[in-house]
């Protein structure tokens, strides 16, 4: 089993930046694949970044050349840096987890298996 836990949420201005961190902790394969997500009222969940554990990562569009999705320490910590926030970036922002036995199915929108409660970034104009 799995556990998550995300920090480094909070209220930020249009511009500013913020780090989310993600600290898993328990069953620790070789190939894993981690990701954020967000969730916000009307867009439902959407896939922001994911990172296989050999360090490949995928981005969806809209955060392109403003997110960075990282790992340290084989995965027991994931970030997320998030530079140039703007208003519709504002959402629920959860980390995720699965194991992934084959990479060469890596992609951006993996299925994980295990999550985060999630962390609240308020971006305000």
């Known amino acids: 089993q799995v556990q998550l836990l995300e920090s480094g949420g909070g209220s930020v201005q249009a511009g500013g930046s913020l780090r989310l961190s993600c600290a898993t902790s328990?069953?620790?394969?070789?190939?894993?694949?981690g990701g954020w997500f967000r969730h916000s009222p009307g867009k439902g969940r959407e896939v922001v970044a994911t990172?296989?554990?050999?360090?490949?990562?995928n981005y969806a569009n809209f955060v392109k050349g403003r997110f960075s999705i990282s790992q340290e320490n084989a995965g027991r910590t994931l970030y997320l840096q998030m530079n140039n926030l703007k208003p519709e970036d504002t959402s629920m922002y959860y980390c995720?987890?699965?194991?992934?036995?084959?990479?060469?199915?890596?992609?951006?929108?993996?299925?994980?298996?295990?999550w985060g409660k999630g962390t609240n970034v308020p971006v305000s104009s």
């Open positions: 995720a987890f699965a194991l992934m036995p084959n990479p060469k199915y890596f992609s951006l929108n993996y299925e994980m298996n295990h």
């Open positions: 328990g069953y620790r394969p070789d190939a894993y694949c």
């Open positions: 990172i296989a554990s050999a360090g490949r990562a």
